[in-house]
């Protein structure tokens, strides 16, 4: 690598800073404290890897700070590395040769983290070296000599504790004036990882950085915490954990959200005046938003809970029990609190899928995370074993009623890794699989720095599913409003609104697909509702409240009374039988009704074609799985 | 006497020697600082034996068993690669 011109600073236009660094370095947590609140979060084109820019707080010019991603070399093969590698080389279009770089290296680590200094340095661009943690080399008794590394090295050295602002004043006094920065001093030649280890090993013996004091808060906390016996236990408790706060703890506030968009829909009927524009409000936009908005609780206690155990260091040492067990289905340790998240919502578990390094891995992950039994799935379960299922006692507090809600979180788990075991044995063979995890030293993550990730999350969260589960019930509320029935007085407003809706092009749409869908049992109305579903699974309660006319969808009881009752007029049988039930519940384990889980999937693996294969894969899955179900149910209980 | 690094019990200091004959230590972990002559510890392995954690250059790291297979090592202080079988049976 050639060292670049001296007049390449560009004159005019922000001065753009490249900050380099490997994982757990603590460069987030420097990045936020140069760029404060304003980071602009977006995509690299045509990859996954988030791209994140922020202009230095408080300077006198336009200084824009480039977080590539963490990466320990500059020649890998993973996307985030590969992205790193194509900045600094200019090879992606938009995205110029940064004006100057900022290395950050951990100060406890340097042995290996010299290593990408040196590759960095090798770029010949303006370069200043951050050493974090300045603080831990010296409670563990070791010293560092910056000046002498920095001469060494030929270039500014800082030592910072980013997390508490010591050093922050002297490295932004050093930001504003990237073009006085030095170039690399001549270094003795370093052709692979063997000479260039040599050096570092070298320099740490030259400046004094030897081995430190063991970091023994760490190594007490591992030996429980990795306990072979213990360490297992904790990671079933902290799971545990984690999943009853997602359902217990957020149910209230998602309860009272729920019900503050169904008063405020009523109150817009009361006051606004009867027309199409009310009910597109009302059933559109309202329901739209309400829909997104009830799982925010969800999704801030997971999010909390994700990135607290990620800065503690916990993440990774759960990642470590457990990676045995997910390498036997071809997915890895760092899959499983992904997966674990679906059960609030597939959507955050798979933007939660990118701390997998592994492209292999990560793809599995993705792909079969819809699987895993979401929130929204529970009210048609709800609903369809309250109607259908007996409330027969199997054995203490625990009912038939409540075994087949655990049976259909079983099967959906079941399937997710066995779909995972398939895939890595046929479409994904051949994708890169690498393996390696550091285990960070445990540090208390600051408040402010966990906030920011939380809202950081979680506003990209309300951004990507919010507008399309926005859109789609936009566009379902016009399938289920238009044509409509002629206007008849006689009828009273729940007989209308059935009327209505059986003219409806969504009834079109299920009477068109009900020759596939009455081999399992189904019949248009239910057609209709998984047309509905394909919104947001959940919806399907309410589309059947409306076609059932029943006037309140919460009203579970009187749902249930009018599906229960509803009989064909030919036959004078039950249309929806206990095997029709079963067969509609075992559809909703397997089929990827979520149009936000498709657009997040097509988002994160860069492609449409992995979304489309899930779908078909899914929904092929589920009919099978239906049909199999129905008959054998039929078979076994007679109906 | 060279081990192989997964014989090495855990917690026994030794150094990377060089790797199998016919095999190169994998590019990746060359770039973490796997190189020979590296000073390295096995802490611990997971509850159902894989993955291993290795204390190397300052920082641990997990890697699985079957990313190890090229890697050898020598113990630090020149004892026999006999003595590790010994203390492991």
């Given at each position: ?192 990882a063997a000479q260039r280890f040599a050096w570092v090993d070298e320099v740490c013996r030259d400046i004094g950085a030897g081995a430190l004091e063991p970091d023994s808060r760490t190594d007490r906390i591992d030996r429980l915490l990795l306990h072979p016996v213990l360490g297992v236990a904790v990671f079933g408790l902290v799971m545990l954990l984690l999943f009853q706060s997602i359902f217990s703890w957020a149910v209230p506030a998602m309860d009272a959200i729920d019900g503050g968009f169904a008063s405020l ?90 701390t997998i390094a592994s492209p292999r891995e990560r793809l599995a992950t993705i792909l079969v995370a819809p699987f895993m039994t979401c929130s929204a799935r529970l009210p048609v379960y709800t609903l369809l074993i309250a109607a259908f299922v007996p409330a027969t006692p199997l054995l203490g507090p625990i009912g038939l009623q409540g075994a087949t809600m655990f049976a259909l979180y079983l099967l959906g788990a079941a399937t997710a890794l066995a779909s995972a075991a398939l895939l890595n044995a046929t ?199 239906s049909f199999t179900t129905y008959h054998l149910s039929r078979a076994l209980l007679g109906g | 006497m060279p081990t192989p690094l997964i014989d090495l019990p855990p917690g026994m200091p030794a150094r990377l020697y060089a790797p199998v004959e016919g095999r190169a230590i994998p590019r990746r972990l060359q770039d973490l600082g796997f190189v020979p002559g590296t000073p390295l510890v096995i802490r611990r392995r997971a509850p159902l034996g894989d993955p291993v954690e290795i204390e190397i250059r300052g ?31």
């Amino acid at each position: 690598m050639s060292a670049a011109p001296a007049a390449t600073l560009a004159t005019t236009g922000p001065t753009r800073i490249a900050l380099v660094g490997s994982p757990n370095t603590g460069k987030t947590t420097l990045f936020n404290a140069l760029t404060g609140s304003a980071a602009r979060v977006g995509n690299y084109p045509g990859v996954t890897v988030e791209r994140r820019e922020g202009a230095l707080v408080r300077a006198g010019r336009d200084i824009r700070i480039l977080d590539l991603p963490g990466t320990y070399c500059l020649d890998g093969e993973t996307p985030d590395e590969k992205v790193v590698a194509e900045v600094l080389t200019g090879r992606i279009t938009g995205e110029p040769v940064p004006d100057a770089l900022l290395v950050v290296a951990d100060a406890t680590t340097l042995q290996r983290g010299l290593g990408l200094v040196r590759e960095a340095l090798e770029r010949g661009l303006p370069t200043l070296l951050v050493l974090t943690m300045i603080d831990e080399v010296k409670a563990r008794g070791g010293r560092l000599d910056l000046m002498r590394l920095g001469r060494i090295l030929g270039i500014h050295v800082v030592g910072v504790v980013g997390h508490r602002g010591v050093g922050l004043d002297q490295l932004r006094a050093f930001l504003e004036h990237p073009e006085t920065w030095p170039r690399r001093a001549t270094l003795p030649p370093a052709d692979d990882a063997a000479q260039r280890f040599a050096w570092v090993d070298e320099v740490c013996r030259d400046i004094g950085a030897g081995a430190l004091e063991p970091d023994s808060r760490t190594d007490r906390i591992d030996r429980l915490l990795l306990h072979p016996v213990l360490g297992v236990a904790v990671f079933g408790l902290v799971m545990l954990l984690l999943f009853q706060s997602i359902f217990s703890w957020a149910v209230p506030a998602m309860d009272a959200i729920d019900g503050g968009f169904a008063s405020l829909g009523k109150l817009s009927r009361d006051v606004l005046p009867e027309g199409w524009v009310t009910d597109l409000w009302a059933d559109g936009i309202l329901a739209g938003v309400g829909g997104v908005l009830v799982f925010l609780p969800q999704i801030l206690i997971l999010f909390t809970f994700l990135h607290f155990l990620t800065d503690v260091g916990y993440m990774a040492r759960a990642a470590f029990v457990v990676d045995r067990v997910m390498g036997w289905v071809g997915l890895q340790g760092r899959s499983f609190v992904p997966l674990l998240s679906c059960y609030a919502c597939a959507v955050p578990g798979i933007m939660a899928a990118r701390t997998i390094a592994s492209p292999r891995e990560r793809l599995a992950t993705i792909l079969v995370a819809p699987f895993m039994t979401c929130s929204a799935r529970l009210p048609v379960y709800t609903l369809l074993i309250a109607a259908f299922v007996p409330a027969t006692p199997l054995l203490g507090p625990i009912g038939l009623q409540g075994a087949t809600m655990f049976a259909l979180y079983l099967l959906g788990a079941a399937t997710a890794l066995a779909s995972a075991a398939l895939l890595n044995a046929t479409l994904l063979r051949g994708t890169i699989s690498v393996f390696y995890m550091e285990l960070p030293p445990y540090r208390v993550p600051t408040l402010r720095l966990l906030a920011r990730q939380v809202w950081q999350s979680a506003a990209a969260f309300v951004k990507r599913a919010g507008t399309i589960i926005l859109a789609t019930s936009i566009v379902l509320w016009v399938l289920l409003s238009f044509p409509k029935a002629p206007h008849d007085p006689s009828l009273s407003p729940e007989a209308q609104a059935q009327a209505d809706l059986r003219a409806s092009a969504a009834a079109r749409l299920g009477h068109a697909i009900e020759p596939a869908i009455a081999p399992l049992g189904f019949d248009w109305k239910i057609g209709v509702g998984l047309v509905a579903s394909l919104a947001a699974r959940e919806v399907i309660v309410a589309t059947l409240a409306q076609i059932y006319a029943v006037g309140d969808a919460e009203d579970y009881g009187g749902l249930r009374d009018a599906i229960v009752g509803d009989v064909d007029p030919a036959t004078g049988r039950p249309v929806f039988t206990l095997p029709a039930a079963l067969a509609l519940l075992v559809f909703f384990v397997f089929a990827l009704q979520c149009t936000s889980t498709i657009v997040v999937m097509a988002r994160e693996t860069g492609s449409w074609r992995w979304p489309a294969l899930a779908f078909s894969y899914m929904l092929a899955l589920a009919w099978v799985g239906s049909f199999t179900t129905y008959h054998l149910s039929r078979a076994l209980l007679g109906g | 006497m060279p081990t192989p690094l997964i014989d090495l019990p855990p917690g026994m200091p030794a150094r990377l020697y060089a790797p199998v004959e016919g095999r190169a230590i994998p590019r990746r972990l060359q770039d973490l600082g796997f190189v020979p002559g590296t000073p390295l510890v096995i802490r611990r392995r997971a509850p159902l034996g894989d993955p291993v954690e290795i204390e190397i250059r300052g920082y641990r790291l997990c890697l699985r068993v079957a990313q190890l297979d090229a890697l050898r090592v020598e113990l630090d202080d020149g004892r026999e690669a006999s003595a590790a079988s010994e203390r492991r049976g």
